[in-house]
């Protein structure tokens, strides 16, 4: 069965500083690997997603994640956050191909101050 | 485009009585699935659909049913409302291909006293 550990529940950043949020998965078979970011009293957006190919990925707002199999992590990265950057953040993934099923892992909070 | 609409968005139930929370998608996706939200727990699967006639339990199905009638509904009922099902509900969709986005309704919050 697949599922998804986030390292941390909560990270606290100041404006224009590298974040990092970690994500560890376990699957027994091939993976397709996501981040959501949720912002205050909304519902969730795609950030990235890894199917295939290159294990560096590139998303929307300046994120960007690698995927390593032997390490089975998928971290997310943005090299200067800034406050707008605050929300909630879920790696996630799929159970099935489509990537509708998806096992999310517990979030992290990325607050982002001035 | 609505894209993927929730009905209601809030809801106050006793314990013991039934309802059904609504998920409409406008986008002819194929694959449609239902998510509670709790804090500090993420997002859970409860139930999933590939297409029309055909759902699957997801992580934590106990207390919902659903089905599928129409590519573009996918209705989830509580038949016994209980406490422990207080939550933020999610429905989701998306195409068939591989690794689509899923779109996010934007949630309806249940309080069950």
């Known amino acids: 069965a697949q599922s998804v550990t986030q390292l941390d529940s909560q990270v606290p950043v100041f404006e224009e500083a590298p974040v990092e949020l970690r994500c560890n998965y376990s699957?027994?078979?091939?993976?397709?690997l996501f981040w959501y970011v949720q912002y205050p009293n909304q519902g969730l957006q795609l950030l990235l997603k890894?199917?295939?190919?290159?294990?560096l990925v590139k998303g929307i707002n300046g994120f960007e994640a690698e995927f390593n199999k032997s390490q089975t992590s998928f971290h997310l990265r943005k090299p200067s956050v800034h406050i707008s950057d605050t929300a909630e953040y879920f790696c996630a993934v799929s159970v099935d191909q489509a990537g509708t099923a998806l096992i999310f892992g517990k979030g992290t909070t990325l607050s982002v101050s001035s | 485009n609505a894209g993927v609409t929730q009905t209601p968005k809030f809801q106050v139930l006793k314990t013991g009585q039934s309802m059904t929370l609504q998920c409409a998608q406008d986008?002819?996706?194929?694959?449609m699935s239902w998510y509670r939200q709790d804090p500090g727990m993420g997002l859970r699967l409860i139930h999933y659909?590939?297409?029309?006639?055909?759902?699957d339990q997801g992580e934590v199905p106990n207390g919902y049913n659903v089905s599928r009638s129409t590519t573009e509904d996918f209705p989830l009922r509580l038949l016994s409302a209980a406490p422990s099902q207080t939550s933020v509900y999610f429905c989701?969709?998306?195409?068939?291909?591989?690794?689509?986005?899923?779109?996010f309704g934007q949630g309806t919050r249940l309080t069950v006293v």
């Open positions: 699957s027994s078979v091939s993976v397709y």
């Open positions: 986008m002819n996706h194929e694959y």
């Open positions: 989701a969709s998306s195409y068939r291909p591989q690794g689509a986005e899923a779109f």
């Open positions: 890894y199917l295939s190919g290159s294990t």
């Open positions: 659909s590939v297409g029309a006639g055909i759902t």
